[in-house]
């Protein structure tokens, strides 16, 4: 139903392509359906375009960026978002890790937020850096400190599915 009358109907789509290597992860594409408009004006009928890079430096330092482009489609203003993202973390221990991280924001509220409160009007940027310091503490099975690297920024670590035999010398 597209009237005014009833609830607004909408396709929910995701496409999103992933490539892997042995210490790296790199996936875009593109996502569309009905959102709650970050808060602005009830449901909207949102495109986004997005990419991830993840990668594993060394195996304690791990490397992250990210990029995203969305249009809001509103009853009452259309809006355009772009978030970018750049970041580093660093495992000291399996439980323990530092990171630090960029986020650039920019909205574009266009013409339609002349005739609503809902939106500042014009471009609006932004910029927030991050410095965290994050401890791992498992509860199930085995309460206590983490013992194994859980950091999302670390996947993928491929690996043969067979075990790899180093070859013995015959005596």
């Known amino acids: 139903n597209t009237s005014d009358s ?5 396709n929910n789509t995701n496409i999103t392509i992933t ?6 992860q790199v996936n875009g594409g593109l996502t569309k359906g009905l959102t709650p408009s970050l808060g602005v004006s009830g449901i909207s009928d949102t495109t986004s375009l997005f990419t991830n890079f993840n990668w594993r430096l060394t ?7 990210s990029v ?3 249009y809001f489609d509103t009853d009452d203003v259309n809006f355009k978002t772009f978030q970018a993202s750049l970041g ?4 000291f221990t399996t439980w323990l890790s530092s990171a630090l991280s960029y986020n ?3 909205i574009d509220s266009g013409s339609g937020a002349n005739s609503t409160d809902l939106l500042q009007k014009g471009v ?6 991050f410095v965290s310091l994050t ?4 509860i199930w099975p085995n309460t206590g400190l983490a013992r194994s690297i859980s950091s999302p920024t670390l996947s993928p670590i491929l690996t043969t599915p067979f075990p790899i035999r180093v070859p013995q010398p015959s005596p």
């Open 6 to 10: 009833g609830p607004r109907v909408g």
């Open 19 to 24: 490539k892997l290597w042995e210490t790296a």
């Open 59 to 65: 195996e304690k330092l791990s490397t992250y960026s």
């Open 68 to 70: 995203n482009f969305s």
């Open 88 to 91: 580093l973390q660093y495992l």
């Open 104 to 106: 650039f924001n920019w």
């Open 124 to 129: 609006v940027k932004s910029n927030s850096v």
């Open 135 to 138: 401890t791992r503490f498992d």
